[in-house]
């Protein structure tokens, strides 16, 4: 026989989560409405079999985790404390909640993945003058000229007052400068600074326009990331930033976990409280100083399409692309007294 609930009320616990919950907030009646999602379309359909009212709970993005006194808060703290009947939002299972909370038939199963830029070359013309040396090629030619100016002090001192300095730039810049007297022009140690001097900036200012040539020629696209361990790399060499959303079990994880990864990832996170505040900061990093948003794939591509995103890279939804594997589903109080029944539904 079909259980009927015409007379109760459920209390539904819900975070807006987009795919899985979308709330909106309507100022005339002054509270949330669920408008979609397809967690909250299941809630539906066991309204509708088991013809229950529903009474809606906005936990505000709070997920829940367990404090060191072993205290719960968001959604699982209100399962806990008998607040609310179910949650909804795109609560991930683990042993932790599964211990502490009943679930329902797990409902899907989501990869952990990562919204990385897309840059166009033309972003990059305008550091195009520093591209074609490292930076230690920089240091080293800022520590020559250093040198250049101890030596041109150090001859001035028993010559004809020159600036050496100058000079170098000139012969660097292959410009026209005034030849120096013969007297001048048999000091060996003159000879012997301008033999160098000509030479280095010969090797010099060939090899930096020949490089500039190519990256003009031949702009210099930064790689796509398409798999988890092609990100870790990038983090590690602290050319990612990572950016999560506050109080979800993944942020929990990689703060408290001491695997290699999470540490790894742990060491340059910024938690954000929205997915369009991630996505901003995503699009607007630059290349050394990029920014990833992590999170489920599903999230990632509805609020890509909400957006419009331009830009912004999302891997395809397989296994070299995720970082974890989750299993998802809705979560009841433990003593909640129509658990079997809506079990077996």
């Known amino acids: ?8 009320t459920l209390r539904i616990g819900i975070n807006v989560y987009p795919p899985f919950t979308f709330l909106n907030y309507d100022d005339k009646r002054d509270h949330w409405i669920v408008t979609g999602g397809f967690e909250y379309k299941i809630v539906q359909v066991m309204q509708k079999y088991f013809n229950f009212s529903i009474e809606i709970h906005n936990f ?3 997920w829940g985790s367990r404090s060191s ?8 703290g209100g399962l806990v404390d008998q607040n609310i009947d179910l949650a909804v939002g795109g609560i991930t299972m683990n042993a932790e909640r599964f211990d502490t909370v009943k679930f329902l038939p797990p409902h899907t199963y989501s990869s952990l993945s990562y919204a990385t830029p897309i840059w ?3 972003q990059n013309y305008h550091r195009l003058a520093s591209k074609p040396f490292e930076s230690t090629i920089w240091y080293l030619f800022i520590a020559s000229l250093v040198i250049c100016s101890l030596f041109n002090v150090i001859y001035n001192k028993h010559h004809r007052r020159l600036n050496l300095v100058w000079l170098s730039v000139v012969i660097l810049f292959r410009q026209h400068w005034h030849k120096l007297n013969s007297k001048e022009n048999n000091y060996p140690s003159f000879n012997l600074w301008f033999m160098i001097w000509n030479f280095g900036a010969f090797i010099l200012t060939t090899a930096y326009a020949t ?4 990256l003009l020629t031949i702009p210099n696209h930064p790689e796509i990331i398409n798999t988890a361990s092609e990100l870790m790399d990038a983090v590690v060499k602290k050319n990612y930033h990572v950016v999560m959303i506050r109080n979800s079990v993944h942020t929990e994880n990689i703060k408290n976990r001491d695997d290699l990864m999470f540490r790894e990832l742990r060491k340059s996170l910024i938690v954000v409280t929205s997915e369009f505040e991630a996505f901003e900061m995503v699009q607007h990093s630059e290349p050394g100083r990029a920014v990833t948003f992590i999170s489920l794939h599903e999230n990632l591509q ?3 399409s909400l957006l419009g995103a331009e830009n912004i890279n999302l891997p395809s939804n397989n296994f070299e692309s995720s970082i974890v594997v989750d299993i998802l589903a809705i979560p009841t109080r433990k003593n909640f007294p129509h658990f079997h029944r809506f079990n077996n539904l």
Do not use: A, C, H
């Open 1 to 8: 026989m079909r259980l009927n609930l015409q007379n109760e």
């Open 60 to 62: 505000n993005r709070t």
């Open 69 to 76: 006194k072993g205290v719960w808060d968001g959604l699982i």
């Open 120 to 122: 166009k070359p033309i």
């Open 211 to 214: 490089r500039l040539y190519s």
């Open 302 to 304: 509805s609020i890509m």
